[in-house]
């Protein structure tokens, strides 16, 4: 059975910082690329960050890019997303996906992506 499970969201206030977590089970992690993307209350979800199967090619959304880092580590089977200085318009809910290799180093595309978390909230507010 296929999980991604998602920890790490809550609230933190403008400037901090929060490390996302999602630990994958059910299939073979290393041969998946991932991603994390968001959505945020009456909004479309909105691609955040991917990362190549070896980690070694990243991608970000301009509204993140210097802030935000993606990172896995395939021997735990769990992709991480570290945020820093955050900003009220992060808020959202963050879900973690996977997605097969298909030839692309990594995905921009929600529907590039097979397996998706359940999503865990993020809210930056003081």
């Given at each position: 059975?296929?999980?991604?499970?998602e920890?790490?969201?809550?609230?933190?206030?403008?400037?901090?910082?929060?490390?996302?977590?999602?630990?994958?089970?059910?299939?073979?992690?290393?041969?998946y690329?991932?991603?994390?993307?968001?959505?945020?209350?009456?909004?479309?979800?909105?691609?955040?960050a991917?990362?190549?199967?070896?980690?070694g090619?990243?991608?970000?959304?301009?509204?993140?890019?210097?802030?935000?880092?993606?990172?896995?580590?395939?021997?735990?089977?769990?992709?991480?997303l570290?945020?820093?200085?955050?900003?009220p318009?992060?808020?959202?809910?963050?879900?973690?996906?996977?997605?097969?290799?298909?030839?692309?180093i990594?995905?921009?595309?929600?529907?590039?992506?097979?397996?998706?978390?359940?999503?865990t909230?993020?809210?930056?507010?003081s």
């Amino acid at each position: 059975q296929v999980q991604l499970v998602e920890s790490g969201g809550g609230l933190v206030q403008p400037g901090g910082s929060l490390r996302l977590s999602c630990v994958a089970s059910g299939f073979t992690f290393s041969r998946y690329i991932m991603g994390w993307f968001r959505q945020a209350p009456g909004k479309e979800r909105e691609f955040v960050a991917t990362l190549s199967w070896s980690g070694g090619t990243t991608y970000y959304a301009d509204s993140v890019k210097g802030r935000f880092t993606i990172s896995r580590d395939n021997a735990k089977n769990t992709v991480y997303l570290q945020m820093n200085s955050a900003q009220p318009e992060d808020t959202a809910v963050y879900y973690c996906a996977a997605g097969p290799l298909r030839g692309p180093i990594f995905y921009t595309q929600g529907h590039e992506y097979d397996y998706w978390g359940q999503g865990t909230q993020v809210t930056v507010s003081s």
